[in-house]
């Protein structure tokens, strides 16, 4: 099972590495130092994923901000120095939590608690590295008043969530409820053509004329369709959204 380390000191990464891989099932697929590293790396293979090791305290902020530009749906142990942020990582998909400086043994229970809540809740295995992705779909399936209606990916200029609800938008300005969760559609069309730009807004490149500086580092794109609300590139993915759009 592959694994991902999101800590900003080198010595205790490298020493959690060894007592992870210690346990044959799980393998290290990378170590990350940063909240905006993290992202990079979760935007592109967290399907790829099975299990997260998070330190909360890094030098760009707190780990827990990874949770404010993206969905995580794979479980997280949280490893740290503090204690105050218990009841937090238990509300973002924490299993676990263990005090630094960790015994092996912690880390070994908490590993051994994984692969039971697995069995036990019979988690989708992700795709394993290497592998090919879902198919990509070319067609999805809209209501429209009493009709079913069948719309091309191709003249879909973005998807979007609101009110819990996932919306395929037309490159004509019209609006389907689409029931699919935005982590499918995602999964199932080709990243050089669509982009999470953050958690509500999955855009086709075609659908993007220009973008302009925003708030806070982020950047709002011009596009070629209406939205409800401002297309906006959260802070962390600006410079993977910029080389996106040059592919």
């Known amino acids: 099972m592959n694994v991902l380390i999101v800590e900003d000191e080198p010595h205790t990464a490298a020493l959690l590495k060894e007592v992870i891989e210690q346990n044959s099932d799980f393998l290290v697929v990378e170590i990350v130092e940063s909240i905006i590293d993290a992202v990079d790396y979760l935007v592109k293979h967290q399907q790829n994923l099975h299990l997260l090791f998070f330190d909360i305290q890094l030098a760009d902020g707190l780990s827990f901000e990874i949770f404010n530009h993206l969905d995580i749906n794979t479980p997280v142990i949280f490893c740290t120095a503090f204690d105050e942020y218990?009841?937090?990582?238990?509300?973002?998909?924490?299993?676990?939590?263990?005090?630094?400086?960790?015994?092996?043994?912690?880390?070994?229970?908490?590993?051994?608690?994984?692969?039971?809540?697995?069995?036990?809740?019979?988690?989708?295995?992700?795709?394993?590295?290497?592998?090919?992705?879902?198919?990509?779909?070319?067609?999805?399936l809209c209501q429209f008043k009493e009709r079913t209606i069948v719309v091309r990916l191709e003249d879909t200029a973005y998807f979007s969530v609101e009110n819990d609800v996932t919306y395929l938008h037309t490159f004509q300005n019209r609006k389907h409820p689409i029931f699919k969760k935005l982590e499918y559609i995602e999964s199932v069309t080709l990243p050089d053509e669509f982009y999470r730009i953050n958690r509500q807004l999955l855009i086709n490149k075609k659908a993007v004329e220009s973008y302009e500086p925003y708030f806070n580092r982020k950047i709002v794109l011009n596009l070629k369709v209406k939205t409800k609300d401002k297309p906006i590139v959260s802070r962390l993915k600006v410079s993977d959204f910029k080389k996106w759009l040059e592919k």
Request: proline share 4%; glycine share 4%.
């Open 86 to 140: 218990a009841l937090k990582a238990i509300k973002n998909n924490g299993i676990d939590y263990i005090l630094k400086p960790f015994r092996n043994e912690e880390i070994h229970k908490a590993l051994s608690k994984y692969q039971k809540l697995r069995r036990n809740l019979k988690m989708e295995v992700p795709i394993a590295l290497g592998q090919e992705k879902a198919s990509i779909q070319k067609h999805f």
